[in-house]
């Protein structure tokens, strides 16, 4: 049988949203190679892609429904059984409850449009509590967008045209490999890359220089940074007269932020803080590349205007090579393309009045009254690992009297399920992806059909909806009975576009309809003045936080504290947040759960390298093995996000369920702990 070759796309939470080609022979994934029509992604994608062929047929894989016996084991049951019982208890706490007894969790597993289904079937329902706010980026998103007015940024492949490259609190080269790509063709063009970060990372090794600040310092950096460019007239002034909102107020407020002050609240010595102030003043085009590490902090919203305030002052917006690469939405062409849940909470919509937030998902819930949180229904997320507090989270689910979750895997979330739902993979139904990073808008085609007897999540809701008595006639047009009526309704959804065909979109990625390789190269910023707001009386009003850049204090600092290290716990290569781990092929190449300490934090305790070491704080405890790490910034440990609780992992024991000051985000890594030798 020939081999096909399907065009496909990546659907993770990631910037990359690779294309690629996933070869099927006979029914069965049995490949895949490089899709080089998407520009930004041309050289195939990175380990986690090339370990689909495993997590697809992967023994450990859950291809059948599944309940919790009287022992807490996990048994074989039928789907009739498992429709049954989820319909009955969901009707049972409608009835005496309400429908905001239960509980409903989606997070970032995997992204596309068929997701807004699932909110489709709990308007259905008559609404349910759901979370608002996210684990990832929504300070940063929303300090550009009340800036700059849009989140946008340009092409990927526009890097290459770059001279500076400032990569502040991104780790690129683990987080995005395919941005590299236009990195090294910068730098062989001559280009300057920066990297800023209190880890020497990957991304570090190609740099020319690497600044390490202390966490959560980032904005008074920059501000320093602002006010020696303008002292040595290194900014733009016609852009600014022309574009800028609020210049003179900002320029006021930097009175303080003297080289030899920034260098006491950041630790960055004074003479690379002018140094670095001299590349960004000197060194043009310049593109700004924040990472979303460094916005999960208290302090991150601000943070963020700070660092914007830097591309602002010096006109790097808006021209080729010239950028404030954040995020680029232009591929979210249909706006509900976008993570299913609002991260705003709409009050005022009857159906979904009540919500928590992810931030503090376990605390919110076990507070929860009038109802109570009965039943807690998760899909695509992994919130025992994944959000903070996690001791809070597990008494949630704990407390709750029935919980269901759909998954692929074992997870730590799952084990806590009375039902477990096996979930789709990514090849076994049709969606439509944007990204965040790239312009395209890519097809992902059903190219196998699901084994075992997994079922995708809108035929589980269509089914549980038909088992809770919803005629076949009242699911019409709510939701899709088949994979027939589903890709019909994907079909429609394309139809407003001309320049996106289903049988375009199967051959290749296709750019968004009128995106702007250049973002902003029209001057026009959709902000109430007009302009870039470094003065954003909107920003006071919607997040009581000062109307210029500028900066505090993260929440969690070692002089108001009895712990003295920073927890940082970024992502890492080869694994998406708690996803790939499991799998063989990723095995064989991670460490496993390791937390890397500076040699000096580690003499001064006693613990020799490769020491098991207990982490702690007053909020919970992990024990992994330590490695001296010679590039961390000493008063900083780290120990990447997502290892299962169950492999030895857990990071979220430790951090605290709090919001970031704007977007209602998380704030990771505002998070002190202190380090002992233990066995
Ligand atoms: N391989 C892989 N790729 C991924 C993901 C993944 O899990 N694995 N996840 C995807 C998702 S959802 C996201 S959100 C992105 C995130 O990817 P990135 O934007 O790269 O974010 P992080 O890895 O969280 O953090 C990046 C860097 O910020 C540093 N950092 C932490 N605090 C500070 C600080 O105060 N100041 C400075 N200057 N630096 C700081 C950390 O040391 C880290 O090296 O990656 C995406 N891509
Ligand atoms: N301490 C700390 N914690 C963090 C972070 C940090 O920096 N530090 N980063 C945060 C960030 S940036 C993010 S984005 C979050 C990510 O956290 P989550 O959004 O919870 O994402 P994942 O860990 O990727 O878990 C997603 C789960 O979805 C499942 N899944 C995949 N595809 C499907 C599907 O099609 N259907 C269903 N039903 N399930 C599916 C996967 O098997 C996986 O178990 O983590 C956050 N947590
Ligand atoms: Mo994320």
Redesign the pocket.
């Known amino acids: 049988m020939a081999i096909q070759r399907i065009n496909t796309v990546c659907p993770r ?3 990359s949203t690779c294309s690629f080609r996933v070869h099927v022979e006979d029914g069965r994934i049995t490949g895949y190679s490089a899709q080089p029509a998407n520009r930004a992604t041309p050289e195939g994608m ?1 380990l ?1 892609g090339q370990s689909y062929p495993e997590r697809v047929y992967a023994a450990d894989r859950i291809l059948y429904p599944l309940k919790k016996d009287a022992e807490g084991l996990f048994q074989r049951i039928s789907w009739p059984q498992a429709l049954r019982e989820i319909a009955g208890n969901m009707s049972h706490y409608r009835d005496n409850f309400g429908p905001h007894s239960i509980f409903f969790y989606a997070s ?1 597993g995997s992204s596309g449009l068929v997701n807004d289904f699932s909110m489709a079937f709990w308007r259905l329902f008559g609404g349910a509590t759901i979370p608002y706010g996210n684990l ?2 929504p300070a940063g998103l929303e300090a550009t967008r009340l800036t700059l007015g849009d989140n946008r940024h340009n092409v990927p492949w526009d890097l290459e045209n770059a001279r500076l490259i400032v990569m ?5 080269a ?3 490999v395919q941005e590299m790509l236009f990195v090294r063709k910068a730098q062989n063009q001559g280009a300057k890359l920066v990297v ?4 020497r ?1 990957l991304t570090a090794e190609k740099a020319d220089l690497l600044i390490q ?1 202390c ?4 904005g008074a950096l920059a501000l320093g940074i602002a006010r020696y460019l303008i002292e040595n007239n290194l900014v733009d002034h016609e852009f600014i007269s022309k574009k800028v909102k609020g210049y003179e107020a900002f320029k006021k407020s930097l009175t303080q932020y003297t080289p030899e002050h920034v260098s006491r609240l950041t630790g960055v010595p004074v003479n690379y803080v002018m140094k670095l102030a001299g590349m960004i003043g000197e060194i043009r085009p310049m593109t700004l590349i924040p ?4 916005q ?2 208290t302090n991150g919203g601000q943070t963020i205007r700070c660092l914007l305030s830097l591309s602002v002052i010096t006109g790097n917006i808006g021209k080729p090579g010239a950028c404030w690469h954040y995020a680029n939405l232009q591929s979210y062409v249909f706006d509900k393309i976008k993570e299913p849940l609002s991260y705003y909470p709409n009050r005022n919509d009857n159906l979904f009045r009540q919500s928590v937030s992810k931030a503090r998902l376990g605390k919110d819930l076990l507070s929860q009254q009038d109802p109570e949180i009965k039943m807690i229904w998760v899909e695509r997320g992994n919130p025992v690992t994944q959000n903070p507090d996690t001791g809070s989270v597990l008494k949630a689910f704990e407390k709750a009297e029935f919980c269901v979750v759909v998954e692929q895997f074992m997870t730590d979330t799952a084990r806590e399920a009375d039902i477990v739902l096996p979930a789709k993979s990514m090849f076994e139904q049709a969606d439509l992806v944007g990204s965040y990073w790239n312009p395209y808008i890519q097809l992902r085609q059903k190219v196998i059909d699901p084994p075992g007897e997994v079922k995708p999540e809108t035929e589980i809701y269509y089914l549980l909806a038909r088992e809770l008595g919803y005629s076949e006639h009242e699911l019409q047009g709510i939701l899709p009975r088949d994979n027939e009526a589903l890709e019909n309704w994907l079909k429609q959804q394309l139809e407003k576009y001309p320049e996106l065909t289903w049988d375009k979109l199967a051959g290749q990625p296709v750019m968004a309809p009128d995106t702007e390789e250049i973002a902003f190269a029209d001057g026009h910023f959709s902000t109430a003045s007009g302009k870039i707001e470094l003065l954003s009386e909107k920003i006071a009003g919607l997040w009581g936080v000062d109307p210029l850049p500028s900066f505090n204090l993260p929440e969690e600092v070692p002089e108001k504290s009895k712990y003295s290290l920073y927890l ?1 716990t ?8 708690s996803q790939f781990g499991n799998l063989r092929v990723i095995k064989q190449v991670d460490p496993g759960p390791v937390a890397g300490i500076n040699p000096e934090d580690a003499r001064r305790r006693g613990i020799a390298n490769g020491d098991r070491i207990r982490i702690f704080n007053s909020r919970g405890e992990l024990k992994v093995r330590c490695h001296y790490d010679y590039g961390l910034l000493p008063g900083c440990v ?1 120990m990447p996000n ?1 290892y299962w609780i169950s492999e030895g992992g857990g990071v979220n024991f430790l951090s605290a369920p709090r919001e970031t000051d704007m977007g209602y985000g998380t704030a990771f ?1 505002d998070n002190l702990v202190e380090i002992e030798k233990t066995i």
């Not at 966490?215 to 980032?218: A, E, F, I, L």
Request: net charge positive; charged share 20%; hydrophobic share 20%.
């Open positions: 939470n990631c910037y990175c986690k970032s990832c980026w502040w609190g991104k780790n690129a683990e987080t995005n800023i970060d209190p880890r990372t600040p966490p959560g310092t980032d990472g979303y590490g460094l999960r902090y940082l970024p992502n890492t290569k080869n694994r998406i947040h780290v997502g890594h």
